[in-house]
Structure formats: C-alpha cells, structure tokens
C-alpha cells in the first residue's frame, strides 16, 4: 500500500520506491507536514519541537500553551490567517473583507488508481501503478472546503499533488492566492535549481544558496515562459549528478506561475509553486468549484541524474498521450528557415522532393500557408489556404507531397488575432485589449480572449475544416507573444481576475478536442520556441519545439537545462543551416546532427542548396536516427558534463536492460595543445563487457564508468564524437 493512515496517531504516510513522505492531523486538527525524503520508518513526529518563542503567536484553541505556533512548524497546506507569517499557499478574501481563514482536517478517501482533474492536464495511472490519496480540511466559519489530493506513483519516486476549492457556505469569497503544493524543511542547508532563459536562449540553469529570505521566480506572462521556467529543484548543498538528495517540483500548467523558496527566522526551508497569484483572482460563489493545476514533485537521495530520469519516464508514460506517445515519430523536414514567407507551393514541392530523396519522412509547411501573410503583420486569424501562394487547394498540395511517400504536417496559431485580418474586421472584441485603451502589440499582433469559449468554438471551426480538407497528420502549434491588456469582453468587473486561469482552460479544451478528434494527430508545441515548454502542454503534444534557437553549440546548454525536468523524447530538434541564422555560428553538419538527436528529429534548411557530400551526410544521419530511435527515446538518459561549465559536452543514453548505449560529445571549444579530456560513462553494467560499434574494441562497463574515455583530440572546430555499445 503506498498510502497509510494510522487512525490513533492520525499519520499519513506516503510510501514510494525509495521515498517516504508524512504528515499528521494534531490535536487542534491542522494539518502538519512531518517529513519528505528517504525511506525511514515509523513515526517521524519526534522532528517537530516546541518552544516559546516571541512574536510567533498562537492558535485560540492552544490555550495558554506558547509553544505551540503555526509560524514555526511545518504546514503540509500553509494558509493566510492561522498565525504562520511565511508565504502561504491559499489567501482568501472572505465576504466580510477580511483575509483569515482556518482550515481544519474532516477526514480522507484513499482511492486505488490516480486521480485526474476535470479541464486541466494531469499524470494519469491506473491501480497497477499509482494510489491517490484526498484530505478534507474545511473552514467552518466560510464554509470553504479544501480538498488535497495526493497522486502516489512508487515506481517513479513521484508524488503528485493539487487542490479542489469549493464554496459550501452562503457567501461568495474571493480566492486570492491557490498554490498546488508546498514542501516544508525543518533543517538542512539547500541549493535551489531554477531554469531561467530569453527567446532563443531558453532555460539556463541556475544554482543558487537558498539564504534568508523570500526568492521568488515565475511568469506574468500568461504563459508558462521563456524566461523561468515552471521547474524547481531543491538539492543539498552537496549535491551532484550521482549524489545527495534533491526534490523536484513541476507544474503541469502552461500559464502564468510563481515558484517560491524561502529560509525563515529559524532556518527552516519552505518551497513551494503554483498559478502566479499576481492579476489573479477568482471569485467563488456558494457552490462553486476551483481547481489549482497538478504539480508532480519527485524525490532522489542520488542526485540530480536520478530525479531527471524519474521526471522523464513519469511523463513518457503517464503525462503524454496519443498515437506518438512511444511510436517514432516522422523525421520531418520544416521550411520555415529554409523560406520564411518567401515560397511557393512548387518550391514547397521542390523540398520535399530532395528530402524525401534523402529519407526524411515528413514535410511541415510553416507559416505563411493562409490568409493574407506573406509578413508577419497581417492574416492571423483567417485559416483559409492561400490558394494563389500555394498555386492550387492545400489538399492538391498535400496529395503531391503524399504522392512522394511523404507525411504532410501545417504550422498554425490559433490564438492569436493579426488586426489586418477578416477575423479582427469581423470580431475585433475577441481580442484582449482594455476598454478604452491602446492594447499593447507583440510580433504585431493580438491575443484572442481563450477564456471566452464563442471564441474557441469559433477558432475551432476554422481549425477543424482545414484538418478535415487534406490528409495532414501533424500540427505545429505555436504562439508567438506574450498577454498583456487581458479584460474579457463579456466578464464581469468582479471577475477579470479569471480570465489569464480561464485562457489556460480554453486553450486546454481546444487541445483536448483536437486529441479526440484526431486521434492520430502528431501536435506539436511551440511558442517562439520554447516559450511554453511545460509539463501541461506535454499531456496534448508528445514534443515541444525547444528553442528558436538551432545553432548546434547554443542548443546544448538549452537542452541541457531543459533535460533536468522533460525527456528527450519532448524535445523538438532540427538540424538547420551553416552559419546559423541566429548567432552566425558555423559548425560541421554531423555536430548539428549530433544535438539534434537528443531529441524528436528533424531538418530546417533548404536541402536543396546543400553540397553532394552533405547530402550523404544526411542520408547517413537519418539513418543513424532510425537506428539509435529505441535507445535515445526509451533509455535513460544522462548528463556526462557540464556543459555550462566544461569545453566538452558529453550525454549518453542507456536501455533499460543496459544491453545498448550511445554516448554523444561534442567540443565546444579548441585549443592548441589540448589538454585531454576526459568523459566517464555513467549507467552501464560494471561487469558486463561492451563492444563500440566503430572501433570493434571492446571494454567492460566498469572501466568506461570508472576510468572513463579520452576524447580524441583533432583539430577543427566543434567536433562531434559518438561511441555506440553494445553489451557482448
Ligand atoms: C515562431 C516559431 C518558429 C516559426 C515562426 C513562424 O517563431 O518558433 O519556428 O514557426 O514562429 O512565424
């Protein structure tokens, strides 16, 4: 059983593979975490101490006892209002203005199987993987029950959490702050790991000591966001790769957040995340319902490697859906940086034609396709083919590319609304803009108001026809600014504070009908890139467009960060041309090809241009992709270097049953006289002898982890080396 309740001593105690996690209902009936991390056994109550301690006041109920404080002992839900000081996870403004409340524990459901959440993504499991466990805790004077949910998978060490509100009193109350869940430390000494980035430079890792304090990372930007990401990891200090314990905390939500950590007066940590309290607020009526977002909090007691690899199995197999979920996925060839706006549908064609020549297995036209859009100033909104582009129907387009024995896939933006369109003419109140005032632009357009579901409905209905009209079998979902001037036209004042919450439901319900729609749908996400690269929008699209970004150098250090919390199966990654469009970078096209297999695969050049000996090159890539597929996307993956840190940039990948392992590195940087570097193998059997595929020589698992190997020393520029094993 991964949940027990003990009725006498009133423990929870959540059980996984090698993590324990407990709390307990005290005297008074609040809800005290006691403690999360290795298995121990037993009670672990003796943790908590109580002292008088000055301006930490105490519950009505303790009496005359001052040792007893909500400010200094672990919350498993803190709340605004019962004398806990720190950052709460719930703030509500009751009818009467005022912001306490006192949530008291009513009782618990224990259910086999996981829980799921009715509009919002969330891990699913049946009862063959995963328990869930539901504490009932209420507010007597409000009414306001809070229901915590507990998603217990042991094989994954993961425990997933969120929180049902409902409005059982007379009144209506405003909900001002709903974290998803919250993780409080009596001692230690911790780091904590955010991911922070820029369009085009996308979740950078940064460590930093948690000191005294309240730090504080997240999005206003109605997205999840390029710039931090909704990832949190708290690690002992001294922590590694293949050391210490770590705690992970991922949001499954691909709108605004907010992740705090904060060391307070007696040096204990508390972390927590959840829906970005600021521009928020959410009115509940007598009756209503609100629910937070699921966050997916995983423990490892052997570092960083370990809690990565146990966030990428949960989502490879219990976060994504459909078809794509574990099928290879079509290696696929994008026109966007080979055209831009500038095609044709007979240049189209042409592209296809030489990558279909060269094994690529699917054409994605990007945008520019519709509408009115040869520039990025105008046509959003009116998913109508340009036909006088594209020289003919999409579906003709569609049935020469199929001719070829190539899948067709089409970018679109659903959300967005450019005001020279039929669309903003027809409807101009479906775009976010406050009554009265300029709306701001990003990329020249506007957003359409999701929260409304007319809006949906009718964006929806264009979608659908064009899927309808020809036999496309991808989609790239972009989105392509950020929110501002959000104001529904047709909610009410009192209820503005919905809308960014309501947005997220509209863009989930439209993403849920294209999933049960079209079953067989390859979606991808993408917003600028890796603008919303989250866990919520990997429920409705097995892969997410990394990073605008396919310089081959930049791209390690983003997917580097971007494997601490999200498999290499989500990561979209093309090879693109030399020098790159962004940074001007030139680099061999077998170092391109080398990052971009540590993820979902693809080419964005104009093939066409490239030389005879590229084009064996490529043959030659594709080939390799379809040979490697099982091992990148169903292994373990781990991180070998640091490339933040190091010249040379090393990952491997290992199956589950160790017998295969493909190991990557490239040089980041040459110097004359090199000093040799050194790269150590990490998860293979010690004792098991492994043969390179290249090289014939065969070495034991032990002596490739232990010793390490030396990487070959040639002079150029971004070098890329690859070893396959193979256990003999
Ligand atoms: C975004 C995407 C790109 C491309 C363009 C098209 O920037 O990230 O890959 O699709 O939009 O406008």
Known sequence: MAVQYEKLSGLFTLETENSMYQMKVDAYGFLLHLYYGKKTAGSMEYLLTYYDRGFS??????????????????????????????????????????????????????????????????????????????????????????????????????????????????????????????????????????????????????????????????????????????????????????????????????????????????????????????????????????????AAMAFSGQGLGNLSRHYHKLYRHHLCRGKYKSVPRPVLINNWEATYFDFTGDKIYEIARQAKELGVEM???????????????????????????????????????????????????????????????????????????????????????????????????????????????????????????????????????????????????????????YPDLLVEGCSGGGGRFDAGMLYYCPQIWCSDNTDAIDRISIQYGTSFGYPVSAVGSHVSVAPNHQNGRVTPIDTRAAVAMAGSFGYELDLCRLTEEEKQQVKRQIEEYHKYWDVIHNGDYYRLTNPMEQDVAAWQFVREDKRESLIQVVMQNTHGNPVVPYVKAAGLDPEKRYREEDTGVVYTGAALMYGGIPVPQRAGEYLAYRMYLVQV
């Open 363 to 517: 054409l994605v036209l990007d945008d520019g396709w519709f509408g009115k859009r040869d520039t990025d100033y105008s046509g959003l909104g009116d998913w109508k083919t340009n036909e006088r582009k594209l020289g003919g129907t999409l579906k003709d387009l569609v049935n020469r590319i199929n001719g070829l024995g190539m899948k067709f896939g089409l970018w679109v933006e659903p959300e967005m609304v450019s005001e020279d369109s039929e669309l903003y003419r027809e409807h101009p109140d479906w775009a976010f803009a406050i009554p009265g005032r300029k709306p701001v632009r990003g990329r020249s357009q506007l957003v359409l108001d999701f929260s409304r579901p007319e809006v949906v409905d009718g964006i929806y209905k264009q979608i659908s026809m064009v899927l309808d009209s020809a036999n496309i079998e991808y989609m790239k979902w972009d989105m392509n600014r950020s929110i501002s001037d959000v104001y529904s036209a047709v909610m009410a004042a009192d209820r503005q504070g919905e809308v960014l919450y309501r947005y997220v439901l509209g863009l989930y319900d439209f993403l849920e009908r294209l999933h049960v729609n």
């Open 57 to 294: 006041g105490n519950p009505y109920d303790a009496d005359r006892d001052r040792t007893y404080s909500m400010d200094a002992l672990p919350q498993e839900y803190p709340i605004w209002g019962n004398g806990d000081y720190r950052s709460p996870c719930l703030e509500v403004r009751m009818a009467d203005g005022s912001f306490g409340s006192d949530l008291r524990y009513q009782g618990y459901e224990i259910e086999d199987g996981k829980y799921g959440i009715a509009g919002l993504p969330a891990v699913y499991g049946d009862s063959s993987i995963a328990q869930t466990l539901k504490i009932f805790m209420a507010d007597e004077k409000s009414g306001l029950e809070i229901v915590l949910y507990y998603g217990v998978i042991p094989e994954y060490d993961v425990i997933t959490r969120t929180v049902k509100v409902e409005n059982r009193g007379r009144e209506t109350v405003q909900l001002e702050k709903v974290y998803s869940a919250c993780l409080d430390f009596l001692s230690g000494e911790y780091d904590w790991i955010s991911f922070y980035g820029r369009h085009a430079m996308e979740r950078t890792v940064q460590r930093t000591p948690v000191v005294h304090g309240l730090q504080v990372i997240g999005s206003r930007r109605g997205t999840s966001s390029h710039q931090y990401n909704p990832f949190l990891i708290l690690a002992a200090h001294e922590a590694t790769e293949d050391y210490g314990d770590c705690y992970g905390l991922s949001l499954i939500y691909s709108g605004s957040f907010k992740g705090e950590v904060e060391k307070d007066q007696y040096n204990q940590t508390r972390i927590s995340i959840g829906i970005q309290d600021e521009q928020f607020c959410y009115e509940l009526k007598p009756g209503e319902v609100f629910y937070a977002p699921e």
